[in-house]
């Protein structure tokens, strides 16, 4: 009884040191009356590198594009000049707000106003010299702005980033008036 080869594997491994290797290997199907030893000299010609083969071409394809959403805008303070390929992906950009819409917002986190942390009373004398630049010299201010940080004392100061947030500064302003 003839036995019949129906697929043959050549591999070769590299030993590289520092237990690194390097693997080549090569695989065919012979065909049918074609010589399983034939076949194998010239898979182990094409691994070691002494004959290359070309491997039979491919049938192309034509591209397809594929459609990728574009990439979420980033909040900048600049105003940046719009381009015309900008204008092209405004469309795709009201496509993925409506998509955004949907996502569930997280609460941000804000960190209380401590009036024993000095980082916050920094902070707060900031506030407090840009409207008021002599709050340290007149009495009268000095006093308000004590009875003001009392006041906001444990209200949400700094967003999660570390900066004083929007909502505090015109609460200092307000009760400073």
Known sequence: MKS???EITYARRINLGNYEHSDTSATAIPAEGQDP???LAELKALVEGTETVE????LELPEVKEETPAPKPKKTKKVEEVKEEEVASEEVQEETKKETKKKVVKKQVFTPYDRSNQLHKTFFGEILDSKYPDWKVNKDVKAK??????DLNGQDMLDAEGIVIEE???KVEKAMA
């Not at 491997?55 to 491919?58: D, L, N, V, W």
């Not at 702005?145 to 009392?150: E, G, I, K, L, T």
């Open 4 to 6: 019949t080869v129906k």
């Open 145 to 150: 702005a004590v009875q003001v940080s009392m």
């Open 168 to 170: 505090f500064k015109a």
């Open 37 to 39: 030893k034939e076949c």
């Open 55 to 58: 491997s039979p071409k491919q």
